[in-house]
C-alpha cells in the first residue's frame, strides 16, 4: 500500500475517532454527522490514491464512489452517501433550512452515520491490505 493511501486511511481513522468520542454529547450530532463525511471521504480517497495517480478534487461522496466501485468497494446504502453530502457544509455554518430536510441530526442519525463510516473504513482497508 503507498505511504500516501495510509496516510488517508489514518486520517479518516482520526475522524471516526471525533465520531466516537462525540457520541454521547446530544448537541454534538451535527458535529459527529460532519467528521462521519470526513471520514467517509477521506476513505474514498484513499482507493483513488492506490489506483491513480491524480486525486479527485471533489468532496462529493456519491462521486467519489463512482470513481472507486469498480475496485471492489460495494456501498450498500447509496441514500447514505446523499445525505452525508447535505451535511458536508451544512453541518458547519448556520443555515435556514437545518442540515437535514427535518433539521439538525438526531442522535439515531449521528450513530447511523459513524457507523456507515466506521464499516467503509473497515471495507475499505481490507480491500486495499489484500492489495499488498
Known amino acids: ?44 480517497k484513499a482507493v483513488i490514491e492506490e489506483y491513480h495517480t491524480v486525486l479527485v478534487k471533489t468532496h462529493n461522496l456519491e462521486s467519489l464512489y463512482e470513481c472507486v466501485k469498480s475496485y471492489g468497494v460495494v456501498i450498500s446504502d447509496v441514500d447514505l452517501l446523499g445525505k452525508l453530502d447535505n451535511l458536508y457544509i451544512d453541518s458547519r455554518y448556520p443555515s435556514d433550512t437545518g442540515l437535514l430536510p427535518y433539521g439538525k441530526p438526531t442522535v439515531e ?3 447511523e452515520f459513524y457507523s456507515f463510516a ?10 486495499l491490505m489484500e492489495r499488498t
Open 1 to 44: 500500500m503507498k505511504s500516501m493511501t495510509k496516510e488517508w486511511l489514518n486520517l479518516a481513522k482520526d475522524d471516526l475517532d471525533a465520531c466516537k468520542q462525540l457520541l454521547h454529547i446530544k448537541h454534538l450530532t451535527n458535529v459527529v454527522s460532519f467528521h462521519a463525511q470526513q471520514a467517509v471521504e477521506k476513505t474514498l
Open 109 to 111: 442519525d449521528a450513530q
Open 118 to 127: 466506521e464499516k467503509t473504513h473497515r471495507q475499505v482497508k481490507a480491500i
